[in-house]
T-cell receptor, first 110, second 117 residues
């Protein structure tokens, strides 16, 4: 079974709408990372969360970490077509393996 | 300047052939990785090298062999290619895999799309 489950699996929103992507871990989190992948390209690092309750923002993207729930959420405000792509959460386990979530495909309709 | 570069970007080959994918990073990182992304976009780690030494070798067929001539390069050789090897392969790098690992995000190349016919 996957250690990091993301929801929803895919999302289609109208430009200007807000949206949230969730990432839930089945194991203790030692830091949580968010990446974006544009179709046909590599992964771009968005932000890293290390402590429970931590919240970070980059432009219109905000991510939060809830250590107790072993969960992180990524929120996009006033979405734009440039936000389209695949969003992946990632984490490291005690074996120093860096693994990824199941991914969320975002489409923003102009 | 590209931080993590992979070549080739596309690779189309027939079953049974042997092929290589090259990866180079100019970030001064000590640790490099190979990931495989399947058709469902799921990323799975294959190998991890720290200072040219193998750290992680996930359950991949021994037809896949990583080679790290120096800490800036991690190449992937694949022998006797099979249809199921078709995927996008990503190289990545990070700072030292150790106590500070959780503070070091991975930097990815743009991927190599391998198609086996």
């Amino acid at each position: 079974s996957q250690e990091l489950e993301q929801s929803p699996q895919s999302l289609i929103v109208q430009e200007g709408k807000n949206l949230t992507i969730n990432c839930t871990s089945s194991k203790t989190l030692y830091g949580l990372y968010w990446y974006k992948q544009k179709y046909g390209e590599g992964l771009i690092f968005l932000m890293m969360l290390q402590k429970g309750g931590e919240e970070k923002s980059h432009e219109k993207i905000t991510a939060k970490l809830d250590e107790k729930k072993q969960q992180s959420s990524l929120h996009i405000t006033a979405s734009q077509p440039s936000h389209a792509g695949i969003y992946l959460c990632g984490a490291a386990n005690t074996g120093n393996q860096f693994y990824f979530g199941t991914g969320t495909s975002l489409t923003v309709i102009p | 300047d590209t931080a993590v570069s992979q070549t080739p970007k596309y690779l189309v080959t027939q079953m049974g052939n042997d092929k290589s994918i090259k990866c180079e990073q100019n970030l001064g990182h000590d640790t490099m990785y190979w990931y495989k992304q399947d058709s469902k976009k799921f990323l799975k780690i294959m190998f991890s090298y720290n200072n040219k030494e193998l750290i992680i070798n996930e359950t991949v067929p021994n037809r896949f062999s990583p080679k790290s001539p120096d800490k800036a390069h991690l190449n992937l050789h694949i022998n006797s290619l099979e249809l199921g090897d078709s995927a996008v392969y990503f190289c990545a790098s990070s700072r030292y895999l150790g106590q500070g690992f959780y503070n070091s995000p991975l930097h990815f190349g743009n991927g190599t799309r391998l198609t086996v016919t």
